[in-house]
T-cell receptor
Framework: DTAVSQTPKYLVTQMGNDKSIKCEQNLGHDTMYWYKQDSKKFLKIMFSYNNKELIINETVPNRFSPKSPDKAHLNLHINSLELGDSAVYFC?????????????FGNGTRLTVT | GENVEQHPSTLSVQEGDSAVIKCTYSDSASNYFPWYKQELGKRPQLIIDIRSNVGEKKDQRIAVTLNKTAKHFSLHITETQPEDSAVYFCAAGSSNTGKLIFGQGTTLQVKP
């Protein structure tokens, strides 16, 4: 009964390819996020959406395009993948838009670009 | 820009000992300070949080203290157990910026 589910769990692809990661939450939360965790374990926010509207875009390259068809889904499409995109990508959700709403993370997608 | 410094980066303790992880933040408007635990290969999970109107909060073996004047907060784990072994992240959230900034993480190893 996963609250925040993301697919795929693993993604191995070559440089230059385009790939997508999907995320869905069944918690009824209004806000969803994408975080990137690099090889040093550092967690950095990429995007946040509140009720399908973009709230935060943290100077992420244009190759990354989030899409939120409804407030329960936030997908991430990546064009022209580069070696430096290799990381674990976590989707998360929170009840409100306020920064003091606890985050519920998905299980992560490990992206490896070769 | 906003920054959260976390120390130490690694911490090894004997089972039953206490562990303390410290964080400092730069944005004086920060008012929310959660701690997340990430076990190997798993997702980060909230273990405790504190808001700026409170100086200390405790939940069983875990406690968090906040010093707003000095802009630092700490996680205390007492009577550590091997299952406490994980990476711990502090974070500071500011209502001004709407952002939650994470520290660099502390890898805690509890030796049986």
């Amino acid at each position: 009964d996963t609250a925040v589910s993301q697919t795929p769990k693993y993604l191995v692809t070559q440089m230059g390819n385009d790939k997508s990661i999907k995320c869905e939450q069944n918690l009824g939360h209004d806000t969803m996020y994408w975080y990137k965790q690099d090889s040093k374990k550092f967690l950095k926010i990429m995007f946040s959406y509140n009720n399908k509207e973009l709230i935060i875009n943290e100077t992420v390259p244009n190759r990354f395009s989030p899409k939120s068809p409804d407030k329960a889904h936030l997908n991430l499409h990546i064009n022209s993948l580069e070696l430096g995109d290799s990381a674990v990508y976590f989707c998360a959700s929170s009840h409100g838009e306020e920064v003091n709403s606890p985050l519920h993370f998905g299980n992560g997608t490990r992206l490896t670009v070769t | 820009g906003e920054n959260v410094e976390q120390h130490p980066s690694t911490l090894s303790v004997q089972e039953g000992d206490s562990a303390v992880i410290k964080c400092t933040y730069s944005d004086s408007a920060s008012n929310y300070f959660p701690w997340y635990k990430q076990e190997l290969g798993k997702r980060p999970q909230l273990i405790i949080d504190i808001r700026s109107n409170v100086g200390e909060k405790k939940d069983q073996r875990i406690a968090v203290t906040l010093n707003k004047t000095a802009k630092h907060f700490s996680l205390h784990i007492t009577e550590t157990q091997p299952e406490d072994s994980a990476v711990y992240f502090c974070a500071a959230g500011s209502s001004n910026t709407g952002k939650l900034i994470f520290g660099q993480g502390t890898t805690l190893q509890v030796k049986p």
